[in-house]
């Protein structure tokens, strides 16, 4: 285990520093035969892509995917996908003060103490860049799931302290990524932008949520014990950058009520009335929708002037540069749709293994 | 990955279910040269013990862990170590009516859509029974860890909506233990064992919050990316019966908080003022105490009339039988600190393998 | 990695030393509904055990094993199985001696160098008992191969340089096992046992050579580049006590030979004419009979005096004693033939996981 | 596990089609702050490279590495480092006649059986061109390795029938490495060369052997029971192309060897006498050198007509085109030192973890 992996029969490693020359990664254990189709993919690449809107970061990164190895006559053969994307606007100098200073409730601080050593410039490997490569992989995964029938649809729920409350349908994903903050209601968009243009005027930034709801998951998938559906949905969702937090179906709320009420009692075609275990019971798939949510925290790089300290623990003064985001969540839900989809595909095939 | 086995170079694979013969597992990578305190384990493993408390189930199971392998004259030998603890108080009998009925939000249901087969007594492998070998190996990592100044303190801060809202130091864990909920104050201790009474009169159950804080962990451990510290102690914690959410520090408060607030700045030795981070930053710790919390449902098994289907997708009504448990979540806090300390103890030999 | 594991999809783990009160193990991944014939799995341990022949060491063990989990009226659960064989007759005393000293050829020194630890007594975990927890796994992986129509034969085909050198074919299984040595001939069986029960009388030991040949493995079956089946096979082997060698097809043969008469060429069903290949070609079978060789060195016990250190590097002179085999190749068989079913299991079904 | 991935704590992952845009691979663990020499490590992939010399394939490739990230100002960061080679010579068309023809002893049959389709030019995946990547890996652990006195030499000792019989001492790498073949003698390279020569006019191939010495390595290496370091080693050198047996030590000689004469005895520093055992006892290493030897079976491609099958099982005729070599072995040196340094050092560091 070196940290930089993911998966089991499915497997993605991930290489690249934030202001080195690429990116990329090796997808491991896609089945031989499938038809990608390369513009919806690169439409999940935009979805994260800086600059796409007004109120992400502005970098401009094309983020052109090109594949280098196991895709032969636009079908897979089987063998690692190799890829990379490059790195375009490395804006360096924006960084040369950071060099030695640990920027607050970033990365630096750990990494040199992990590593003595840092690429210093964005914060290197520890940079959100890196899931663009895991969004590569996870258009890959969710094209072959929907050829399963299995749907990832995520979207946010929650900018600050404006939640969504409605009732979630897919047939509401095209509203709410018709949306630059990619929620599901044109009403609730208005107010989560105007939220986050104030607080980037303020050079401050906010936190949110993101709920993930997967149909068509069949009955059976998940290990038992360890290796539980959830925990493993939940350890993919909580390395992505900014996220503090996983509940799955009841969640935290769960913890005020009874039994009586949050037991899901079956129908009589073996689904359930209600779905407070979010899909999974005892770690496996019950065939109800998976459904869970992600916190996120506000971004750590805000425009205001901090006080810190460098690599002697000397104090020094940092003032915001560069271009960042204020709230990070509309460009997270393909990062948070691509790792669900690597889940679900890994243990797809795992559970497959067994069939007689 | 076949779901029973966890870590890397610390594993732990288990076996056995609820009414077999025994329960069990093999601890492999436990450096060599420890001297144990079996005296201490045994403690632990009384803490989950049924029949320990009037809140917890009635159970007779006296869990006496023998040891097989991996320890000769008191000391680890760097070897597997085998153990195992055997079921005595098996009432199968009661659990003959489940042969065929699936129960509400238990785990019966998609073990049989996975597997075809199960043991139906007790849940089988999906019963919490199982922690009894997570405890066994977590005792054995928490006590090298304590010899390496990291101490693991769980304890319950919530049960339905009775909130512990104290501030956290070691001083408090004899206080939490000495009571039977394992909550750090007198008081709300008799407020939430009285709840628990009334809610097992009504044949029901109840949620409930841990917190664990985890301190003397050195800056520095922990990997980039996809195995993040707080991203394994995510799983850890979710493949824990009966969880529904993990958070870390801020969790999910950090949504509605601003950058300028959520920042934790630096002190002057290297540490924060604040530690919303929870101990963690870029999935590397950063030397302040780890802190998160786990949210678990209300158990399953309700002494209450329920409504369900059988095997062939038939109507039954299941009337609630057995010894369980109106709330698990004080018998959990040695869980929550065994799978702790086995993440806690895998992630420092990895660090410790880099050491020049 | 902590060494005692075995295995993806499949995954054997293993404990246990020479002389303490039990070896065992946990087997992972075994699919539900499959029926066991407990009867047969006893004769595999029998076939490994010593006091089965007047060639092997008299040590008494009954080595009957006990399932604790993982299988409910007489079928498998797809749970783990848990399982564990009593060590009976364990005369620490002969080894007392050998508490501080190194044995030439044995890991004493080396575990000693490693652990600091060890437990002296008969090899400790070193010790080719462990094997028996292998044998019970492997049984397990033989017969549901069989019933996939995959059929393992291991037989000696070497003892010193006594060569069997005939063509085998699976009906020769029943003359092989009918001999003490293992090989399929009774004329060779003769001259061999001969050969065991001089050396022996020297206070002595000799090595020896397995062949084995897998027949009825479907194309396929295999995984490109680092975990090629032959590779895989190859590792499973040499972690086999004793073993120096492995090849496969052609082997050490093969320097020899030219491309122009090594090529296995086609027939017009897709079989090859020859089988230089050994059943497997760029790391994937190709539907002819796998078909291998492990070399075994001599036993490192031997009943003569040797020169060696102890602990303090100061010369301490060790005299045989205890009960040992002149000859470990006849009990090797179905240890080979478990490890083998073991691989074979695990990459059927990762290639299992991929069918559409 | 999907093939592709090698190692535990060094984990190298690769991609790449042997005609398609470039091979690359990430390899993930390397500690930080390591200074790497690249004209050193470029000389690595000298060795390997086709060209090189008159009796190796002609095929032109500059295989100039390009690090796409993991190393900042010439130093390792300990983040993964990721890397490529572009594919410059492809020509494809020499294997136009191969897109439905399998060659016979290649990998076409077997990749077609288990993937349904395949990239069928110059073998695509399954081209020992991807070993490249292996070379680049290698070549950054062995400068680690250097770094902490262990040094490994692999060198070419047999052609077809010629074999060389002399004693090993690192002295004599200059030598070797200074004939085209990579023996270190110049009368027999001579005559191997000459040998190699001969076989090419025929449009034959021939196999050869590789050893390998490995000085330096401290007792204590490797872990008990599956994953024994001759095991891995073992692995890892039957993952390598063409490769078709491994013996360590007395290897497929002891099985003609008494105990008496093969059992190493001590000397009074804890070294030994002879090294039958390689190095190695019960799968850890004794600090004496680690002594191996590799199998290679002659190249499947030759220049001369072969009858096969194509992919409806007809009959066709392959006559033999594009670029070969007669002999791969010299060219193999690399290879191998390349994966033993990156077993040496994953095992180093799973060591290194348990240090107090």
Partial sequence: MAGSGFGTLIRLSTFGESHGKAIGGILEGIPAGFTLDFDELQKDLDRRRPGQSAIVTQRKESDKVQFLSGIFD??????PIGFLVENEDQRSADYSELE???RPSHADFTYHQKYGARDHRGGGRSSARETVSRVVAGAIAKQILAQKGIRIDAFVDQIGSLQWTGEWNSGLKELSESTVVRVPSLELAGKMEELIREVRKE???IGGRIRCVIEGVPAGLGEPVFDKLHAELGKAMLSINAVKGFEIGSGFDSITMKGSEHNDLFTSDGKTKTNYSGGIQGGISN????DFRVAFKPVATIMQSQETINESFEPVSLSGKGRHDPCVVPRAVPIVEAM???VILDYYLIQNSYRQ
Same sequence: chains 1, 2, 3, 4.
């Fill in 340 to 342: 669900a989809a690597l």
């Fill in 203 to 205: 050079g401050d930034t």
């Fill in 287 to 290: 065939g109800m929708p998976i």
């Fill in 100 to 102: 030695k200073a640990f």
């Fill in 74 to 79: 636009g079908k897979t053969l089987g063998t």
